[in-house]
């Protein structure tokens, strides 16, 4: 059994992938965030956005996503960014929580990689930071770091 902990807790470096879980990676305003693809539903390029009243600023509107409505988030306006035009990479990730369906509009999808349990550390608290408590931890990656969302507190946090 201590064997096989260590051995998890070795990280993730070529074939060694006994404890990563695939991970989504995106863009937004040149931070790199990262969801467990185990959330993502689908990625789809941005398309017309009918606006809805009474919603905060950061929920765009809706979209028909094959004859379902789903909200969409400007992630950009949900932790307080400047807003930007789209653009050409400019993506929504469809996301669900439980029985939710909802559009993340990212600035930049990257890639699906793997993450191994030993790469991810807490993130440290924050009472200040606009967002807070939207990243519940630290993907270390090899080119740098990657900010873990929690999609719960995306979608359901005001």
């Known amino acids: 059994m201590k064997k096989d902990k260590a051995n998890l807790q ?20 040149s931070q790199l965030y990262t969801i467990p693809t185990s959330r993502v539903v689908e990625i789809i390029r941005m398309q017309p956005i009918t606006f809805m009243p009474n919603l905060p600023a950061y929920v765009k509107g809706v979209i028909n996503l094959r004859g379902r409505v789903v909200p969409v988030i400007d992630m950009r306006l949900r932790f307080h960014k400047e807003e930007i035009a789209y653009g050409a990479r400019t993506s929504i990730v469809i996301v669900e929580h439980g029985e939710m369906t909802v ?56």
């Open 103 to 158: 559009g993340l509009i990212v600035d930049f999808v990257q890639d699906v990689r793997d993450i191994a349990q030993s790469q991810v550390n807490v993130a440290p608290k924050s009472k200040k930071a606009p967002g807070k408590g939207f990243v519940c931890a630290i993907a270390a990656l090899e080119s740098g770091s990657a900010m873990v969302l929690d999609v719960e507190k995306v979608l359901t946090h005001t």
């Open 10 to 29: 070795k990280g993730f470096s070529g074939s060694e992938t006994v404890a990563a879980e695939k991970y989504l990676t995106f863009l937004i305003d």
